[in-house]
């Protein structure tokens, strides 16, 4: 197996030393976390593991500098994707960090709906989907991160259908009403590219429902159990929350630097107690709460002066964005207030550092900070928390914890609280200083066996195994696009053929109402260039009524199946009932479908000789999917009775009469001639039964079972042997049948 990891940002930046352009590790906690997850599969497999990281360098080359770049970082494991700066200003600082930052971190009045961010967004993921296209190879697994690439797993899948593409968000998914502030065609377009991947993955429980949600709502997709069926795969949403390289933190660094960097803290805290406070530059992290309830605690605190010390590290960040200019001068204004106003000669509140920390030093900072202040006002994962838990070899200290941090979740035993009450953050600090090593141990102890347990490594290796059971997984039922030369030979050879057609979701697209469903010239064309051969019979098989069938059909050579096979029509004839029917029922279910319509807005019924059908498609789909529960669960003490069947379609319930199904209609036409090839095509649940029926043994007139082709269109599980993506692949399919041509190019590969 080969990875191909794939992020906004290479593990390497590009920098000029001396006129030359030359490479260093960058620093990061999904380059830290992949890193160690990739150097534990050296260690620990028997295979060679291979590997290649693609991303932007961390500088705009030449294009006459390009090749050389590219064959240095080939060595290194890294494909670079080369950027201009302006693709970089509108795409990194404009869309990313001005749209879905604030918006994804529930900062809407720091979002920026500019047009043309999103027209250079929809560019560079195009950019990434080039520059994966041109090193993929087969057997290749895809993994796709974070929030600057999220078109990338559908504008692959285009390309790749039978590729497993897993996608990790390490932001946080905002709630449905958040995310819907997006302009709509944005957050749709979004929304279709993640679905693009096998496996999604977030670190809460939390972002995974609100993305499910917002699915729901934005694209009609449900789910079950997590898994979206989207139009030609499954989708599986998952949780996987991030763990850090354990034992990095956990063992104490080689070398002087990190002895003299604890060295230097003893003496700089020696007699005060530690509260510490790392985090880069970002409104996002609730930096100005924390110094608002460090003052809070200050004054309702009086014998803690002289006696506490803040260390505060904040990592520059996104210098060139105004918000962070902004937040840069209120910290600088905070941290001067506090030691102005409760500083002494021989104290001072808070020793305030503006600048990167490298490891030792943190490690340093971690090991002698008494308490760790994380309070962000939200935050993905924040991995912070976690290193300051793992780095006390000792078992002591205290995590105070945002309850708006993913990391809350797993972390459960440190101090929790709301990053907007400072009284909160006040008591929590007081509690924190005064808490007994034995309860602190107690609550460590807890916390490292955990983040020992679910580390990085566990974390990457949980993502992969699930991306790769996800694709295996999948509907035993077979892309046709491997078999179509094997269809075309059948169909070409055979004497005397029968084609059985479902018509919604299989011929035309679903349509908001039933009336507009009328078909296009396109397919009208097709149905006749089919139906010209008199040794070829074209049905239509549908569950829609006569008069409409009569109506846009009516005037072609083929054979018509209406209300699922309560009226047929063979070509040249009149209509007929299939067999003697009741529809008395109708009047005593009516009144309850009308219930419905009046609670459910959208809704409406269609009435037909021998069926009732409720339709919901244009309704609330949170609403409906209660409704439609409801409803089934009112109708079916009903079915006692024999006349009556009731079945839940897609954005419909049907009450039917039982005495005929697509089934069985379609095995008595079958079974009328000696054909010797039979194609039968659907998407609903009622073509199921024709697909089961068409697999069993029967009295053929020939005495020798036709060839047959049963093909699902979309992604459900299916008793169909093949499966097609869409109500276009069913055209072109149909359109290579009847010309004998083959309009793909490279096949119609999907997963099922």
């Known amino acids: 197996m080969r990875l191909l990891i794939v992020s906004n940002r290479l593990p390497l930046n590009g920098v000029e030393k001396d006129g030359k352009l030359v490479f260093e590790q960058s620093a990061g906690g999904l380059v830290s976390g992949l890193s160690a997850y990739l150097d534990s599969l050296k260690s620990t497999s028997t295979q060679d593991i291979e590997y290649v990281w693609i991303g932007w360098p961390g500088i705009t080359v030449s294009d006459k500098l390009q090749p050389e770049v590219k064959n240095v970082l080939e060595d290194l494991h890294a494909s670079p994707v080369f950027l201009s700066e302006e693709a970089m200003d509108k795409f990194y600082l404009g869309f990313c960090n001005k749209i879905i930052w604030p918006l994804f971190h529930y900062f809407p009045s720091n979002t920026i709906y500019d047009r043309d961010y999103w027209l250079h967004y929809r560019d560079v993921n195009k950019i990434f989907r080039d520059a994966v296209l041109a090193v993929i190879k087969p057997g290749d697994v895809i993994w796709v991160h974070d929030y600057h690439l999220m078109l990338l797993p559908g504008l692959l899948r285009e390309k790749l259908p039978d590729t497993p593409i897993g996608f990790f968000l390490h932001i946080p998914f905002p709630s449905y009403e958040l995310y819907r502030l997006l302009p709509s065609v944005w957050g749709q377009e979004i929304l279709r590219g993640l679905l693009g ?110 006696q506490v010390v803040l260390l505060m590290i904040v990592v520059p960040s996104r210098i060139g964005v105004e918000h962070y200019q902004q937040m840069k001068r209120q910290i600088d204004e905070l941290v001067g207030e506090i030691n102005g106003r409760f500083g002494t000669l021989n104290w001072t509140p808070i020793i305030y550092q503006y600048k990167f920390l490298p490891l030792d030093s943190l490690l340093a900072m971690y090991r002698q900070s008494d308490v760790a202040l994380i309070t962000p006002l939200r935050d993905g994962m924040n991995l912070i928390a976690k290193e300051y838990v793992a780095a006390r070899t000792d078992q002591t200290g205290v995590l105070i914890l945002s309850e708006m941090a993913g990391a809350a979740k797993e972390l459960g035993e440190a101090l929790i609280i709301n990053p907007n009450n400072l009284e909160s953050i006040a008591e929590a600090l007081q509690q924190a200083l005064i808490m007994p090593k034995t309860e602190q141990k107690k609550r460590n102890q807890v916390m490292q066996q955990r983040l020992k347990g679910y580390d990085v490594m566990r974390w990457s290796g949980d993502f992969i195994q699930e991306l790769l059971q996800v694709q295996k997984e ?27 057609l479902d018509y919604d979701g299989t011929l035309v697209p679903f349509a908001d109402s039933p009336d507009q469903a009328k078909p296009d010239p396109e397919l009208l064309d097709l149905l006749k260039a089919l139906s010209t051969n008199a040794d070829t019979e074209v049905v239509i098989i549908s569950g829609r009524d006569r008069a409409n069938l009569e109506t846009w059909l009516g005037f072609l050579d083929i054979t018509l199946v209406a209300e699922h096979g309560a009226w047929l029509k063979r070509r040249g004839e009149q209509w007929s009932l299939s067999k003697p029917l009741v529809n008395s029922w109708k009047g005593q279910l009516l009144p309850k479908l009308e219930m419905y319509v009046d609670r459910l807005p959208g809704s409406f019924i269609e009435t037909k000789e021998f069926s009732l059908v409720w339709h919901f498609r244009q309704s609330n789909p949170e609403l409906s999917a209660a409704c439609a529960r409801e409803l089934m669960d009112e109708l079916i003490p009903f079915t006692s009775n024999d006349d009556i069947h009731i079945l839940q379609g897609n954005k419909v319930i049907e009450v039917r009469n039982s005495e005929v199904t697509k089934g069985s209609t379609g095995l008595a036409l079958a079974l009328k001639q000696d054909y010797d090839f039979i194609l039968a095509i659907g998407d609903d649940t009622t073509d199921e039964d024709l697909f089961t029926i068409l697999s069993l043994e029967h009295s053929w007139p020939s005495g020798l079972k036709p060839k047959t082709f049963t093909i699902r269109v979309g992604t459900d599980k299916s008793k169909a042997s093949y499966c097609l993506p869409n109500y276009l692949e069913v055209r072109n399919t149909l359109q290579e049948l009847a010309t004998g041509k083959d309009r793909t190019v490279g096949g119609i590969g999907v997963n099922a």
Not at 474 to 500: D, I, N, V, W
């Open 474 to 500: 999948q509907s035993p039922t077979l892309p046709l696009g491997q078999h179509k030369q094997t269809l075309h030979t059948y169909f070409q050879e055979a004497y005397k053929r029968l084609l059985l």
């Open 197 to 306: 991947a096998n496996l999604i993955g977030f670190h809460t429980a939390e972002y995974a429902q609100y993305f499910l949600r917002s699915v729901l709502r934005i694209l009609g997709y449900e789910h079950k159990l997590g898994q979206i069926l989207s139009q030609d795969h499954a989708v599986k949403v998952g949780t996987f929350p991030m763990g850090i390289d354990y034992q990095r933190y956990h063992s104490s660094p080689s070398g002087s630097e990190f002895e003299e960097n604890l060295k230097e803290l003893e003496q700089l805290l020696d007699g005060f107690k530690a509260v510490l406070s790392v985090d880069r530059l970002d409104y996002s992290k609730g930096i100005s709460n924390r110094l608002q309830g460090y003052k809070l605690f200050l004054e309702n605190n009086p014998q803690w002066c002289e």
